[in-house]
Nanobody
């Protein structure tokens, strides 16, 4: 079992920044990839960025150059630094953990709202 707790969402003006955090607990030794996904109203959940245990990263084209994912293995935490935010970034952001067993865990989600 893995528990994921997100924090850092909020309301921000376009062009601003936010940093999301996701703290993992439980069977953390079995986590392979951690990532951030988002879901806007009426849309499917989509990958924003993910990072492997070896710190290889992958980004959606829509956030490349604006968002940065990182992980602190000592704190069992993954971060998403979001800069130059746009109204279209508005969504509920979810942390996801993919275990070596292919089991997936999700956080509860945190709302990010960007206004123009």
């Amino acid at each position: 079992q893995v528990q994921l707790v997100e924090s850092g969402g909020g309301l921000v003006q376009a062009g601003g920044s936010l940093r999301l955090s996701c703290a993992a607990s439980g069977s953390i030794f079995s986590i392979n990839v951690m990532g951030w996904y988002r879901q806007a109203p009426g849309k499917q959940r989509e990958l924003v960025a993910d990072i492997t245990k070896g710190s290889s990263t992958n980004y959606a084209d829509s956030v490349k150059g604006r968002f940065t994912i990182s992980r602190d293995n000592a704190k069992n935490t993954v971060y998403l630094q979001m800069d130059s935010l746009k109204p279209e970034d508005t969504a509920v952001y979810y942390c996801r953990a993919l275990l070596v067993t292919a089991t997936i865990y999700w956080g509860q989600g945190t709302q990010v709202t960007v206004y123009s």
